[in-house]
């Protein structure tokens, strides 16, 4: 007789009150097919569940934890908040010290504004875009993610260029008919499109490193070409930078790229593991958003102390630091090891990684693209998922995300990973 876990029992209890038992999609391990597990702690690189389980993360909150969980001094910042008032909806000086932080360290930002989420920056950049230029028409890239606003829910279909189709249901197809769809770094595509329809685009946005169906870099050339046909066309370039921001570099991928978008968006990272995001850019642009402009965009707990506490003891700890060439030789090392492992074990396998991110796609590649990521073996995945969890390494359940590393990360760490999937694989056979 199996003996259910804890978390086993909180999961029964949860789906029957919370839609799928959890409250954002992917926590539910659905494409891995195991119930998920209900986190009580985190500690530096280690989250511990209900069941008393220990495990080495490398979710870290699905990209913000750059310092780990319960970071002593954003732990400390967040306690000197607390006790003077959570939330007063009027300014305080810490939004005007995080705005500050945030210009000096991404080059392109001159102006910013503070929201409560990804999907927030992303959509108001949009309509921001929309307001600047007076036009409607926006270009995405198939398998970026840019938050769950209606307008961004699309998809490519099979040919290389489509007016999208919703991927949710609720999305109305008129709201979608303005958004045009492309392969990730398909820059001719882009190319002919606006050749043939110029004066009509308002912005194209783009994750300058695609982190949501798994990593994927850009190549060569091609944030560049954006930049060069958005300022031709006198559209704008929106780098959402959600994931990159603060991850690749201090002053994200347009900085590791050298590419100035025109507007950028921000989270995760900038909320410190708190509800925080932001969208900046020059001051002529940001200028007209309300009060100052037409383009209305608000928010109760906007610039919330507690939010903005912890995003700026994040930054100022990085600014700091600077982990950036030490996150880095962790995680070559981290993804050298896994390949031998593969490699070892005859597994085909593509490693894609652009500093702290990587991934792991079950397919020989190259994986330049979603359609490309797709083709990575969904079943070998699951089971990878499942034993390494076995072994005490928590990863992200689907094949189709990036592994994050930490500063809080050592050496050590990365060796028990390494030799748990050395273990893993020993057992299958
Ligand atoms: C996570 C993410 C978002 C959405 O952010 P939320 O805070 O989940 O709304 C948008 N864009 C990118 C690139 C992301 O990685």
Redesign the pocket.
Known sequence: MKISTISEDLFREAVEIIPGGVNSPVRAFKSVGLPPRFITSGAGCRIYDEDGNVFIDYVGS??PLILGHAHPEVVESLKATLKKGTSFGAPTRGEVELARIITEMVPSIEMVRLVN??????MSAIRLARGYTGRDRIIKFSG?????SDSLLARAGSGAATFAVPDSMGVPGSVVEQTLVFHYNDLEAVRTQIQENPNRLAAIIV?PVA??MGVVPPKAGFLQGLRDLCSRDGALLIF?E??TGFRVAPGGAQELYNVKPDLT?L??IIGGGLPA?AFGGPKHIMEYLAPVGGVYQAGTLSGNPLAVAAGLTTLRILQRDNPYNDLESKTARLAKGIKEVFINNGVPHTINRVGSMLSVFFHPGPVNCYEQALLADKESFRRFFGRMLDQGVYLAPSPFEAWFVCTAHSHEDIDMTLEAMRKSFKKEC
Not at 117 to 122: H, K, R, V
Not at 144 to 148: D, N
């Open positions: 699905w990209g989420s990804g999907t927030e920056a992303t970026c993610y840019h938050g769950h994750e982190g949501n959402d959600v994931m968006c989270g995760k995001a």
